[in-house]
């Protein structure tokens, strides 16, 4: 592989900025109603869950230096990871969506510079900037906007946690669907990680660091977001910052924070895109991807972001258990078929049990109980396909 490498640093600038976002410090606010000491236990441990998946998925990635969607073909073959890459692009396009205008509409409340519309033209503007640099070249971009969002996310949480943080916000969350919540964030990374881990100088190192920063980061995210609608009783972000006395900094947060975490959806868009035909180029793809993204979020309206994360979930989570499976404990590979019906119906079963596990309340949630059943089930039909061969 010629791709230059990328280092420790870059991979975890990476993924700091991936975290620091609008989205996560909003689904913390969900979690506000559990009071702050249940509140964080569940932010902590859905997030080490759904960071060790994150883990062995960008170490799949890593160790056959493929794309994420390239080794979805490992499990479900040429033609069957077309259904995956396609669906990949969709929720990329939809999450690019969702971020320009949750950043859009904050920056909007805190300073109105002539509509909505205006700051999501500005925010898009910006992430095809980042993606126009490229990911290889982003370093110095990367160094000073992470350099700038890391002081401002410590004045806003210094900020927020000299408030009282005793008291819980009217709701009703349980500690499950609070685990849950935690988890849906790094989970509906699964589908990305392996397009930056594959360049890692150090195949564990990268993919570690990568999963570590992210996991520290969101839940700082998700902490100042609890921890915020606490403080000021308001699950409204722009009024979260403006109750702060964070005016101009307020800004720079909603807008750089949308920025390097959205850049990273539009160009994982271009990388599946690849996936599904050689022929089209991931950087401009990635730029028609913001554009879509940009003109959904000034035209349609996109509400409910817990319902689109459990969405997400329902779709990758199984898929990324069999590919797991299949590469560290099976030790099997589709690359060379056109499909594998066998994982296809094995995945249909495990959206269905996601669905349904969505009504049932556990206190760890519906993910992890979800991919055990789907990798127990995945490893039962191999054996028994063994023992018919015999």
Not at 82 to 89: A, G, I, K
Not at 151 to 175: C, H, P, R
Not at 205 to 220: E, I
């Amino acid at each position: 592989m010629n791709e230059t490498k990328t280092s420790l640093f870059s991979n975890g600038l990476i993924w700091f900025g991936a975290a620091v976002s609008i989205a996560e410090i909003l689904t913390g606010t969900l979690i506000a109603p559990l009071g702050f000491g249940k509140g964080l236990c569940a932010i902590l441990l859905g997030h080490f869950i759904g960071c060790v998946l994150l883990y062995f998925a960008g170490l799949i990635g890593a160790y056959t230096e493929k794309s994420s969607m390239e080794t979805v073909k490992m499990s479900f073959g040429e033609k069957g990871s077309l259904l995956f890459s396609s669906l990949n692009v969709l929720q990329l396009v939809g999450w690019t969506a969702v971020m320009i205008v949750s950043g859009a509409a904050a920056a909007h409340s805190i300073a109105n510079i002539g509509g909505q519309w205006a700051w999501s033209i500005i925010i898009g503007l910006l992430i095809i900037i980042w993606i126009l640099v490229g990911i290889k070249n982003l370093n110095k971009l990367n160094i000073i906007a992470m350099g700038v969002l890391f002081v401002l996310t410590i004045v806003l949480s210094v900020v927020i946690f000299q408030g009282d943080l005793t008291s819980s916000l009217k709701g009703n969350i349980s500690f499950g669907a609070a685990v849950e919540l935690s988890v849906a964030m790094p989970l509906s990374w699964l589908p990305l990680i392996s397009d930056y881990t594959r360049y890692g100088k150090s195949k564990k190192g990268s993919t570690l660091t990568s999963a570590v920063v992210y996991f520290f980061t969101s839940c700082w995210m998700y902490i100042i977001g609890m921890g915020a609608a606490i403080f000021t009783g308001e699950n409204d972000i722009a009024k979260i910052l403006m109750g702060a006395g964070l005016g101009i900094t307020g800004i720079l947060i909603v807008v750089f924070s949308t920025v390097t975490t959205t850049f990273l959806d539009a160009y994982s868009a271009g990388v599946s895109s690849v996936s599904i035909s050689k022929k089209l180029n991931e950087k401009w793809v990635a730029v028609v991807v913001c554009g879509l993204g940009t003109f959904l979020a000034i035209f349609t309206p996109i509400t409910k972001l817990e319902d689109f994360l459990y969405l997400i979930g329902s779709v990758f989570a199984p898929m990324i258990a069999i590919i797991i499976t299949d590469y560290f404990i099976l030790k099997k590979d589709y690359c060379g078929k056109a499909l594998s019906l066998k994982n296809l119906i094995i995945w249909l079963f495990g959206f269905i049990i996601y669905r349904v596990f969505l009504h049932i309340d556990t206190i760890i949630g519906n993910t992890l109980p979800v991919m055990i059943i789907v990798v127990l089930v995945c490893v039962i039909v191999n054996k028994c396909s063994l023992v018919k061969r015999k």
